[in-house]
């Protein structure tokens, strides 16, 4: 393989990873930094807080693991990813209890949300995801010794 | 293994898609209920006047405009003063459909006997400030909950028995005691029961009692003698105090020293 091919190849990976994360929520994070829609769209700043630094966290990893494909780094991001979510959303959410005064018609009320149960079900979500990343990597690496067996043995 | 992790990649894909589908879903309900101009809609209180009792009614419309229920819709009113609850009153609705509309009214009623089980006698007399603390709960779509807490709003206490004054005038030298008594009553109920005085001389020794009648509508004067009938021989020099009663049709609310 020459250099030019090599460049092509890594330039396909990086747009084809850009593309990804970009629809991994990607969108929304380009949207939320458009003037024109903060104007319309706000949020209290405790929901701003968390969601912001989630969202870049995971279109970044989302980047990376694109961008790794073929290796065991995909797995372990992926694994990395849930875990540091499950603790993020647990922490930055107060375990699913959201509490800010809203003004509603003119009259400000404290607002209490809770969501223990979503929280729940996307925990359950981002576990069965950590250990499907933690089967892949173990097959990944398996596969990877299998190949390399095989190989001396024809040598 | 490869199987299984297939298995495990597509059934986390779909529940992952479902569960993001369902939050939208009923985020957007949910906003779509809200924004609504009668979504969720309460009006002003007003005062009904009753016997010994009054109630504030407040008109409200649940207009579920959504495609989830609200469950549990509990709006709760709690009178206070002085950070002691006087009386609590909650409209529960067990369920509201999607696309569903409720209108009701929500009913906080205050009665004598509430003030007085609540140790507030003095506000039957004097003017005061209380405070309205309004609460909404409910849950939707069975898996949010919603509280909402609006901040406590000052609501004026008007007395049933504002500016309450008890002159003694007149004894006939033998069985009575005639007493002026005097109140307007400025709260919207209509007082209806039996006023009792118990008169005590200055040891403590109780010397007669004396009762009355009343029916007060709501803005009305009271301005009546009252006959006190007493065991023996007492000058109005030797009343030592006078304790006043009033007694409703299940209840006796007192005593309150008027005199001495």
Redesign the interface.
Known sequence: MDKGETVEKLFRRVVRALLWSLLMGGEILLLYFLPSFRLYVTSPSPIEDAFLPLLSLFVVIEFLIRLTEGTVIPYILSSARASIMIYLLYQLTGGGVYTSSLV?RG?????????R??LD??TL?LL??L??NV??A??FL?EKVEEQLKTEASF | MKQVIRTLTLSTTLLTVLFFAFVLLTGYSLFKTVSTDQGLWFGEYRYVGRENSFSLLMPYCLNNTGHFEFFDVKLTTQIKHDNVTIVESTTYIPKLEGGSKRFGVHEVRINLVDLADAGMVHLLFNKTELNLARTLEFSYAHVYSFHLAAPKTPLDWYPPFHRFSLKVVRYDGRSTLLAQMYFENLSPMRIKGKIRLEVFDREGRLFGIGLSDLDLPSGVVYDEPLKIVVREPLTPEAIGKIDFYFETENRIIGPVEVYG
């Not at chain 1, 009259?107 to 969501?115: D, K, L, R």
Request: cysteine-free; glycine content about 4%; proline content about 4%.
């Open positions: 509603v009259v400000p009320v404290e607002v209490t949300f809770q969501f149960s979503v079900a996307f979500l069965l995801d250990s499907k089967l892949g173990i097959s398996h």
